[in-house]
């Protein structure tokens, strides 16, 4: 295995992948705001004609272009008012009365692609159009409740999150007051299978019901089944032993090495029986705050690409059998992208090394 993989290589790669950076409820027609994506600077705005993702840089004085204003079809720069329609193109310079079409043709800016479904903002800082989001079609049925929560920052790597959206040991610990009420320690057993595309994990959720704690429908026992669609596009299948069914999804957008901001949601089922909609999100909001502490307490920040530089692959418990599928299958995933971006040509989104 090759051991020396750059840490720097996930954040090029990530760079084809769709990031969601908003939701979509959180950017209003007319309104933009600044975002950092994989170490990136960038704004989005909602103009009268659309989304407009770019670099957060004016191309006249360098200012953030995030402290703009939305005019109708445009983004007006807060410095001195150019103005930049939803192509990036640059069509209005107001201290010049006639711009020249060759000033307007280089002051356009750099532009990202994006797209918006799930409630979510998606952005892909580099054009690539075989890498598609994952089809979730429970998000879109209208007979589901579907409900995008507000994301949550995490001060630490968007990888030491994924490892515990994984993990089925915590529950009785470090959610000892929410879902780990009832929760066995006791590993269960998991039937892992590999994909192309990520892995998929099935095993019973671990939960006792005794004479002192009789856990409530989202504490007690149910099948899970985990499918991660690399690189960080994360569900957890929840069925319960009347039929009803929720599904949750978690995706830690890196925003820096050590920092990432989770976007997650959840769809019930119709018809579930059990709390309403609004008290499963603040109950998921609960658990999601436990996670928090641990993820931005463990230390490196991130957990290194080798395992024998200590993150993962030594003193394992069976346990941590998923987390270290996922590591395993993201070393892949890193490997396999790095080989498909070298053969190809750089015009045809070959990779520039
Ligand atoms: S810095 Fe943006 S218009 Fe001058
Ligand atoms: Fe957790």
Redesign the pocket.
């Known amino acids: 295995m090759d051991t020396n993989l750059s840490e720097e290589l996930p954040f090029i790669l990530l760079k084809r992948e769709w990031q969601p950076v908003a939701i979509s409820r959180e950017l209003k027609q007319g309104e933009v705001k600044g975002f950092v994506l994989l170490g990136v600077e960038i704004f989005i705005a909602r103009l009268s004609t659309g989304l407009l993702a770019a670099e957060d840089i004016?191309?006249?004085?360098?200012?953030k272009?995030s402290l703009?204003a939305v005019c109708n079809d445009y983004l007006?720069?807060?410095?001195?008012?150019?103005q930049f329609d939803q192509e990036g193109d640059c069509i209005n310079?107001?201290s010049l009365i006639n711009p020249p079409p060759n000033k307007l043709k280089m002051s356009r800016l750099k532009k990202y692609e994006i797209q918006e479904r799930y409630g979510m903002i998606w952005v892909q800082l580099e054009k690539d159009g075989s890498n598609k989001l994952p089809d979730i079609p429970e998000f879109e049925d209208p007979d589901w409740t579907y409900m995008a929560a507000n994301p949550t920052v995490f001060k630490s790597g968007f990888r030491r999150e994924i490892e515990n959206y994984l993990d089925m040991t915590h529950f009785a610990f470090a959610h000892g007051s929410t879902l780990g009420k009832a929760a066995s320690p006791v590993v269960p057993k998991m039937d892992i299978r590999i994909f192309d595309d990520g892995f998929q994990m099935n095993a019973p959720f671990p939960s006792l019901a005794t004479p002192d704690e009789q856990p409530g429908k989202l504490q007690e026992a149910h099948m899970r089944q985990q499918r991660c669609y690399l690189p960080n596009f994360t569900t957890i299948r929840q069925t319960f032993h009347d039929g009803d069914m929720r599904l949750l999804v978690h995706i830690p957008t890196p925003n820096t090495r050590e920092e990432c901001t989770v976007f997650w949601a959840i769809a019930i089922s119709p018809g579930f029986k059990g709390p309403a909609p609004e008290d499963q999100m603040s109950f998921a909001v609960k658990v999601l705050d436990e996670d928090r502490i641990m993820c931005e307490n463990q230390s490196p920040k991130e957990i290194p690409l080798a395992p024998s530089k200590g993150g993962w692959g030594v003193l394992v418990s069976p346990g941590d059998l998923l987390a270290n599928t996922f590591q395993k299958c993201f070393r892949q995933y890193l490997l396999d992208r790095l080989s498909l971006y070298k053969e190809k040509d750089p015009s045809e989104g070959g990779y520039p090394v």
């Open positions: 004016c191309p006249h004085k360098g200012i272009l703009g007006q720069c807060a410095y001195h008012g150019w310079i107001p």
